[in-house]
């Protein structure tokens, strides 16, 4: 066993050895200067406690051995996730990440529980890692890194790191609103030939499931506190053609699902929307949707894993899960249609701005997107 264990660590050591020579050489952007000092830093640690299990080792004493792959296996596991996960941001810098990068940042320094944390950038489909004791990484896929329009969607991400950081509190509004459903259904008649054992089953399974996906729409609620229309925009332009799973799944599909369909997660978008003084906006958000519906043919079900009555419940939970989390969110100056300013506006307003660009002359748009990120980098840089 001792040998195995010497073997592991010597091993272990030497990756890690090549992994913090990797980062320390990689030539980084400013904005990732302090994500690579907190890479380095782990790899010292872990470097250290390699050393320590060889020390260890050296003492020949058995009764230590179950100790030491204790030690061992905690190390390869966190040596996996800074190898996998963490460095991988570093080393696939580019300078075209700066604009992702500066609204990231923009997003941290102005949260208290946030503007301490680095950050970094990595390719794929719309994420985040969220754990405040490590390194955060936003995920966007590589072509929506280049442009304004989809950096909204940053905003989403950014509420899965609030909900984080505070999830003792956010557990419990999210417990409260299922024992809630979870009571609302036990108050309603069965409708159907279910067993009273199967309709128990079926209500636990319903209450169970709104607990990821309260999260998502907390997440959604978020998103647009902070950016507005902007937000809604993104959201629905994104993921409306995603095909018929964004509208309708079969019930076996939505029992236990980490997100909710699409289409309700429209429905309380666009509720937000009306909320916050744009009924119109709200409407249209709902009838685009409608129509994408109704050319496929898909009828709305949810197959009692939502009700309309289910509403005022979430909404509220919604809305004190915002007080919790209290995050930044967007001023009057930044939805209104006055013209963006590079010096003084903020990156809201900017995103903002590009989606009315947009919308107003899609042919035009390209060369005054070119423009605002070249006009932003350099007023943000300073």
Known sequence: MREILRQSNIDLLREINRLKSVVYSASVLPELVTYQAQILITCEMLRRQGQQNLRDLDLNRDELLPDILSETQRLASWFRLYNERFAGP?????????????IIAWLHDH???????PAALSDGGFGIWPEPQFPIVYIMPFSRQRGLLYLPLFFHEFGHLLYVCHEAKMDELVYELQKSIADLLESTPQQDDLSAQEGAKRRRAIAVTWYLWTQEIFCDA???A??????AYAFSMYL????????????SQLEFSHHPVTWLRIHFLADQVRRAGWPKEAEKLENEWSKIAATMGVTEEY?????DRFMPLIRKTIDDMLTVASPWEFLDEDVAP???DPQSSSPVHLLNTAWRMYLQDPASY?????????????????
Request: hydrophobic letters at 30%; proline letters at 6%.
């Open 90 to 102: 570093i080393l696939r810098s580019l300078p075209s990440d700066q604009l992702c990068l500066r």
């Open 111 to 117: 949260h208290p529980e946030t503007h301490r944390v």
């Open 222 to 224: 978020v998103g647009f």
């Open 226 to 231: 902070i950016g507005g229309p902007c937000f």
């Open 240 to 251: 409306r053609t995603s095909g018929r799973d964004a509208f309708y799944l079969p019930r």
């Open 303 to 307: 197959h009692g894993f939502y009700e």
């Open 338 to 340: 006055s013209e963006w």
């Open 366 to 382: 390209d060369s005054w997107e070119e423009q605002a990120i070249s006009a932003f980098l350099e007023s943000h840089g300073k």
